[in-house]
Each structure stands twice: as structure tokens, then as C-alpha cells.
């Protein structure tokens, strides 16, 4: 009854390293997301994948690439850091896409700094 | 961009008190959605409201969908210790510059014990 996990939920990097957050869902979600929350701000959506095989930007893209590996795994690279993509990184699912009933399940984040 | 504007941005709760929170737009919604998020986790969906003027209770939260379809309000009745945290409306806005069906979150209203 795992839900939205997440790996790593914690890492430090420095800047310029690259590296990748990984995420699945156990719900047979159809629709993946991934957010980042800066202090005081609500989540900003970076990237999505509204089914398996397509993915689109989102509000803050810049800097980050996606892979919707299968139904299950969505993932967010970072290819070359910068201090200012030091931010809490949550993965959410939902059951479908563009419609009314999309809920979004979330995970339980990935703290990420960016020395 | 869209933006949705939470009020009040903190507040301080002795138990046993009823509170009262907000989110308002420019924009017209079809959805809304309140999540609360503890301190170090993910945010928790709390209720869904898909009708104007639609009412919907959770134990002690009732949520409602405003007429106007571009407000909905969040109460807490006789709230406990562990109401604490950051409560985030959310929902995504009908002609929308993004794509149909992304959500966009308020900052949140963050709850805390008076000392």
C-alpha cells in the first residue's frame, strides 16, 4: 500500500554534478508529475506525463529533463545543477488526465541542496 | 500567470477552536481540491469538490465550492493538536495558458498551537 515513492529523500550535490530523482506509483495511475516547493511558496509543477510515452513542460521546466520509463516510473534529471534548484522535489500520480476527477497523490519528497 | 491567493497566510489555533481559511481567483475552476501537508512529507488530499456551490464534509473539515466558482473556503471544526500543519487549495483553472488538467496550488495557510 506503498502509493508515490520516492528515492533518494535526501541528497547533497555540488554544483555542476548531474543526477536523477526517481519515482513510481503502485495505483495504476495513468498521469505522473513532478513539483518542486521552494520555502513559502506553493508546489510549482516542473514537467508531467499525462499518459505512458509523452511527457510536457510545465511552469519551471528550465533545467531539468523527464522520463516516463513505464506506467509505473517517472523520473527527473538534473543535468548539470545549480544552487538555485536547491528545493523540496515531490512526484505526484493521478488516476487520469484534463478531466474533473484528477486528485493528485503525492510522495513523501526528496530534499534536494545544491552547494 | 494563474495564481491562486490563500488566506489567511498563518494562524494560530488553541483547540477547540473552529478555523476558517480561504482561496480566491480570477480564474474560474471546475475543480477544487485542499490538501494539508505535515511537517517533512508529502501534501494529503483532504477533499475534492467538482460542483459550484457543492458542500463536502471529512470528519470535522467541510469544504465548499463557491458559487462564483472562482473562491472556495475550508473550515475546521473544534480542531485538535494535530490540525496543525500547511493546508494548500488547488485545482486546475478553465482556460488555463498550460495545458487542460495541470494544477495550480495556493502558497498555503499554515496553522500553528498558540504558545
Known amino acids: 500500500n506503498a502509493g508515490v515513492t520516492q528515492t533518494p529523500k535526501f541528497q547533497v550535490l555540488k554544483t555542476g554534478q548531474s543526477m536523477t530523482l526517481q519515482c513510481a506509483q503502485d495505483m495504476n495511475h495513468n498521469s505522473m508529475y513532478w513539483y518542486r516547493q521552494d520555502p513559502g511558496m506553493g508546489l510549482r509543477l516542473i514537467y508531467y506525463?499525462?499518459?505512458?510515452?509523452?511527457?510536457d513542460k510545465g511552469e519551471v521546466p528550465n533545467g531539468y529533463n523527464v522520463s516516463r520509463l513505464n506506467k509505473r516510473e517517472f523520473s527527473l534529471r538534473l543535468e548539470s545543477a545549480a544552487p538555485s534548484q536547491t528545493s523540496v522535489y515531490f512526484c505526484a500520480s493521478s488516476e487520469a488526465f484534463g478531466t474533473d476527477n484528477q486528485p493528485q497523490h503525492f510522495g513523501d519528497g526528496t530534499r534536494l541542496s545544491i552547494l | 500567470g494563474q495564481q491562486l491567493n490563500q488566506s489567511p497566510q498563518s494562524m494560530f489555533i488553541q483547540e477547540g477552536e473552529d478555523v476558517s481559511m480561504n482561496c480566491t481567483s480570477s480564474s474560474i475552476f471546475n475543480t477544487w481540491l485542499w490538501y494539508k501537508q505535515d511537517p517533512g512529507e508529502g501534501p494529503v488530499l483532504l477533499i475534492a469538490?467538482?460542483?459550484?456551490?457543492e458542500l463536502t464534509s471529512n470528519g470535522r473539515l467541510t469544504a465548499q465550492f463557491g458559487i462564483t466558482r472562482k473562491d472556495s473556503f475550508l473550515n475546521i471544526s473544534a480542531s485538535i493538536p494535530s490540525d496543525v500543519g500547511i493546508y494548500f487549495c488547488a485545482g486546475p483553472p478553465v482556460n488555463y495558458g498550460g495545458s487542460q488538467g495541470n494544477l495550480i496550488f495556493g502558497k498555503g495557510t499554515k496553522l500553528s498551537v498558540k504558545p
Open positions: 506525463s499525462a499518459s505512458e510515452g509523452t511527457t
Open positions: 469538490l467538482y460542483k459550484a456551490g
